[in-house]
């Protein structure tokens, strides 16, 4: 009995497409795993990474064409550099969402995430301000391109800015931050106690127009007692039936309730309460942001681009120079030529 015969039997087998197949439904199961996030989910995504690798490698090995006609080894290295990419990308991958008031700078915390377990967190070096922004409406309410005003600093001190939306991110080391469809308005409180200093505050409102109706919020003072906040609106911001932008309204009240008072504030206005003066600033605007961060994805286009010019090089020479393949195949015999085809 020849001893290789079973190595080669297994190499087979690795290297089957249907083993192939088999590893790719693992991969896939390993990907949510992963953003679940602890030490299994970092296994199972390692262990379905290492066998895809494992397959690519024994096709390699099995089938001689591949080694033998350069575009057709191009193009499975090629895969298998997409193979790890995609897990190294999940693995070290940030996905998540923020809100900013105007003229306030991110510090960092996110209100939702889903990171993997190999991503170290830079967010609190993005140190960029939200300065507003602009969008336009269509009759009926259709939501325009947003135009997000964004400043920050570089590494050296100097000022940058930009315009940003929905699909032109800020980009800053590698993190990608992008507006969202959610924005609204944001009232600025200020906490005076009557010993210490003052505390500053907004409230995010639920976002408009979607929530047009339903303008109120809680707001926590500093010594945990709430107030609850109703933004009151006297005109019409959106019309529906006509083109608009978005704007802040010229004439509004904040309501303002702590049990058993009652009160309407004007901008500027401040009210007495126990233990300090709460004073209603004025009004300003939030946007909801999401952040992305994936260091892999210019390497998973250049793998990407590789593999499909690879495989467009292999079928150029297949149908347009049959002549020189078929006398490329009868150089190297009669088996050779079988394999190949």
């Not at 600025?188 to 339903?214: C, K």
Request: with cysteine.
């Amino acid at each position: 009995m020849n001893p290789a015969a079973p190595r080669h039997a297994l190499i087979a087998h690795f290297g089957s497409l249907r083993t192939t197949l088999a590893c790719m439904g693992l991969l896939g199961a390993a990907a949510f795993a992963g953003q679940a996030g602890g030490g299994f989910g970092v296994v199972a995504l390692s262990t379905a990474i290492a066998l895809l690798a494992v397959n690519l490698l024994a096709a390699l090995v099995v089938h001689p064409a591949f080694r033998r006609q350069l575009p057709l080894l191009v193009f499975h290295l090629a895969l298998l550099a997409l193979v790890v990419l995609v897990g190294l990308g999940r693995l070290s991958s940030l996905d998540g969402r923020f809100e900013l008031a105007q003229g306030v700078d991110f510090d960092g915390r996110l209100i939702e995430s889903s990171a993997g377990a190999w991503h170290r967190d830079g967010l609190a070096k993005l140190a960029f301000r939200h300065d507003g922004f602009e969008i336009d409406y269509a009759p009926g309410r259709k939501r325009g391109a947003t135009r997000n005003r964004v400043t920050w600093h570089e590494a050296d001190g100097t000022p940058r800015s930009a315009v940003i939306g929905d699909h032109r991110p800020l980009i800053i080391d590698g993190y990608r931050i992008y507006t969202s469809p959610n924005k609204g308005f944001a009232p600025m409180l200020t906490w005076t106690p009557q010993q210490g200093e003052p505390v500053s505050g907004t409230v995010h409102l639920p976002a408009f127009p979607m929530h047009e109706l339903r303008q109120s919020r809680e707001w926590m003072l500093p010594d945990g007692r709430v107030a609850w906040v109703l933004l009151q609106i006297d005109e019409t911001l959106i019309d529906p039936a006509a083109a608009a932008r978005f704007r802040m309204p010229e004439q509004h009240r904040l309501v303002l309730r702590m049990d058993p008072m009652r009160t309407e504030l004007r901008p500027g206005q401040s009210v007495q309460i126990e233990g300090g003066t709460l004073t209603y600033v004025g009004l300003r605007s939030w946007m909801g942001y999401r952040v992305s961060y994936d260091p892999t994805l210019p390497w998973l286009l250049a793998a990407a681009l590789l593999a499909a010019l690879s495989l467009a090089w292999h079928y150029t020479q297949r149908f347009f120079f049959p002549a020189r393949v078929a006398a490329a195949a009868a150089a190297r015999g009669p088996l050779h030529g079988a394999v190949d085809a």
